[in-house]
Each structure stands twice: as structure tokens, then as C-alpha cells.
């Protein structure tokens, strides 16, 4: 399959869609019915339409959860399957109860290994806080069991596969996802053969309490933020850089960040691939790291939809249509989209060394995770650019940077805060650590990784939420509250944005679109 026709969406099942999901069903549950009838499938989207979601690819169901309210207290006890079941498979959804039961969660093949299964449980274990209920409930089948059966027990399978010794596709996933055994439960659905008739009660219990709402339809207002202190090193193939990417990317993911950040040009130790004498050229040298990015990039972009989480690519080298190089930020969605920012001031040394052309777009992104600016270390020195994003109701603005003296670095940090408080918004800085002395331009680097925040009482009193250790490898997570940006833009000690003297003074982005057949320039300026 290709990242590129990859387009995910988390939405609500509707009536529609059931012939899509009896074929599914069908598949997945060859060997214990296939599909519920149709009249089943309508009446449990008529009676709970929340709890069935839903995951497809350009209109393809490709996942499904399916879920009934039930009382707490019947479904945390012992219960065989046909409890949850009345006459003519009619499935005994109660509108007044407290917890959630998990009926079913499929996956198609095809899709399978990217994870769509825990962002469906993620997707329930929202709509259960955001519910008030206490507790989501499971029968889980142990469908390796008849390979044990002779041998273990299944109490003893059970144990085996929480220490991990036996992988079991269902109750590992599901004691992955923070799951707990209650009790084993007997003949619970005898026709499963593969589980001899046995599963396991599982539970997941909602520590915390939300106002009601359509989970689905709002974005939120907790954003975690993981950003990676790189650490440039000496490498002997592409396949190491990435391997060490996706371990930073699994850690982040791992404490459910919403997006992982990496510093500018972290792929620049590539160029040490090539011998010391080849690289004297800088320009053949820059060419050559830039032949990796369409590689880096469709792995970044199946990491991110693997790890169901937000990746900001730092930088790499791009070669464009032009057959010149810019200096480009991309922003790999978790639904499998891909954004690009390139970076607009070029500093001397990349013009002078490698001939690095400026960009002349800028976005703001929209993201399951608020609305997103990146800004490539040397334009977050250039205030108009944040103020523009500012004015689109950017939220956080992602600095991914490189710098080699900590004079330089300050330069970066000193105005990425300033700029967090200016525009009222969050400000990820992001860069990278260490030497690799068989690379021209690369000895020396220095990097205290930093999220910036507003200056006021809802934030820390010197508006700066996290850092790392300087010059040191690390990983660096920050909780962002969009809510509070709400307030201090509206109600805050002082309010930057509203309080700009618009009758003294403007400021406007420069209509390029002639350069691609639009209008000539001279014309008039477009205010953004």
C-alpha cells in the first residue's frame, strides 16, 4: 500500500456504511459467524450512535469499534456474550447505563500494522471520560489457546501472556492499552473454538470526569507536545539514522504525545557517507544529503500514521521543481497527510556554502491537535512572520533549529520567546547536540531544547514550560493547554493582539502568485 493514497478518517458509523461493514465482519469473523444482520447493525446506531466508530481510507471502512452502555454491575460480574443479546440478535444496548461495552473491534488485513486498533480504543476511552461513565468492559477471546490447550491451563495461558511469554493477537493488544483482567469467564461464547469457549473480563476504568460532549467532532484542548534533543553523530547508513528516528518517534508516541518534533537538518550527518575529498563540494555534497528527503519523508509519514501520532520533520534538503535547494520543514498528520514549510531567510552560510534558496510561502496548518506554525530557526528572528501566523489563530509554533555557538543559539531562544509572547501562542524550540568532525560544517553544535508559553498568571511566572539539559541527547514532553490561550487572548493581564494600533499601523504578506501565472508584480499588496 502507498503512504501517498493513504488518507485516514476517525468518524461515527452510520446506516449507510453497512454493506461495507458486512463484508469486513465477514473476513475478520469467518471462523465465529461473520456479520450481524443489518436490523442489528441499525438499531445499535439508532440507540447509541457515538459508541460505533468508525476508521476509513478516501471512504473505505478499513476499522470499526462497536459498543453498547450496560450496567456496571451486571457486566463487571461473571456474563456469557448471549447476555448482551436479546430475540433476533438484538443487541441489549442500555440508555441508561453507566459503562461502555467493547462488542467488537476489526481491523482488515491490509491495514493491519498501523496501529488503527488503539486509535479506536483511544477514540472509546475518549467518549467514556467525556460520558461521565465509570468503567469500559470487554469479553476478550484468547484465540491462540487451543495451541496451549494441551499443555496449560487457561489461568496458566493467561499469565503467560501478561509476562509476555506467549503473544496472544487479542489480550496482548488489549493489556497494551491499559486494559486489566478481572476474572476469566467460562463458555462465554462456546462456538469459539480457537478460545475452547473461554475469554478473559476486561476493564478499563475512567479516572477522569468531562462535561458531555461529541468527542469526535472537537478537537482538544490537552495537547502534548515530545520534542527530540538530536544528537549528531558519526553514521555508516541511512537505515541507522532511521532506525534511531523511530525509536525516538515509538518513545514519544509511547507517552501519547500528540506530536514529535526534531531539530533543523537532522539528517545532515548523511553527508559524512560520502568521503572527505568529495565533500570539498559543498554544492555536490548538499545534492547528495538532498537525495535522501523522498525517502526520509515516506518513512517519517508511515511512522507517523503507525504511531497514530503528529510528527514536524525538523528540516531537509529539498531540490524543487526549479532544480534549486530550499530548506524545508514537513508536517507528517497522523491521518497520512503531509504539509511542507520551507524556510524563507536563508542565513549567510547556507547561501554562501550550498546555495539554499528562501521559500515564499507561509502557512498555518490545521491538525487534530490545534492549529500549527513552523518556523526554521533563523526566521523565528524575523518577527513579522509570527505576527502573520498569529493573525490565522496559530496556537504553537514549532522552531525547529541548529546552531553551533551558544551565542547563536541564544539569539534563536531569546526571540522564540519573545515571539510566544507577542502573539499570545506556544513556542516549541527544537534542536540538535554533538559534532561530526568528517563533515564540513558540522564540528560543533549547541542546543537547549525549550517550550515557550504567554507571560502571564495562568503560566509559569517565566513563561517557560520545559527545557532540557543543555548539549545533552534527550527527549522533552510539555502538556499544552489550549484553553488558557483562549483566556488570555480575551481576558489576560495585558492582550497583545487586540491591543495593536491598527489605526497607526498594518501589516501585510506580498501576493506572489504571479510567479506562477497570477497577477504581474507591482500590484497591490494583500493584506493576510
Known sequence: MSLDDLHLNLRNLTPDDYPQLQALMDRVYDDIGGAWPRPTIDKLIKEFPDGQIVIEDDETIVGVALTALVDYDTFSNPHRYDDLIGKRETILNDPDGDAMYGLDVLIHPDYRGYRLGRRLYEARKELCRSMNLRAILAGGRIPQYHEHAQELSPAEYLDKVARKEIHDPILSFQLANDFQVKRLLRKY??????????????????????????????????????????????????????????????????????????????????????????????????????????????????????YNINIVAGSMIEVGEDDRLYNVSYLCHRDGEIDRQAKLHITPQERRDWVIEGGDELLVFETDAGRVGIQICYDVEFPELSRLLADQEMDILFVPFWTDTKNGYLRVRHCAQARAIENECYVVLCGSVGNVPSVENMEIQYAQSSVFSPSDFAFPHDAVLSETTPNTEMIMFSDLDLTRLTVVRAEGSVTNLKDRRKDLFDLRWRDWSWKSGGRPPGGNLEES
Open 189 to 306: 461464547l462456546p462456538e469459539d473454538e480457537k478460545s475452547q469457549g473461554y475469554a478473559t473480563l476486561l476493564e478499563w476504568n475512567n479516572i477522569l470526569f468531562e462535561p458531555a460532549e461529541r468527542v469526535l467532532e472537537n478537537r482538544p484542548t490537552q495537547v502534548r507536545v515530545g520534542a527530540v534533543q538530536w544528537q549528531m553523530r558519526e553514521i555508516d547508513s541511512v537505515e541507522a539514522v532511521l532506525q534511531q528516528v523511530e525509536y525516538f518517534v515509538d518513545a514519544l508516541a509511547d507517552y501519547q504525545s500528540d506530536f514529535a518534533v526534531f531539530p533543523e537538518l537532522f539528517n545532515a550527518p548523511l553527508m559524512g557517507l560520502q568521503d572527505r575529498a568529495a565533500q570539498q563540494d559543498q554544492m555536490a555534497a548538499i545534492r547528495f544529503l538532498a537525495g535522501f528527503t523522498e525517502q526520509f519523508k515516506t518513512e517519517l509519514s508511515r511512522m507517523a500514521v503507525s
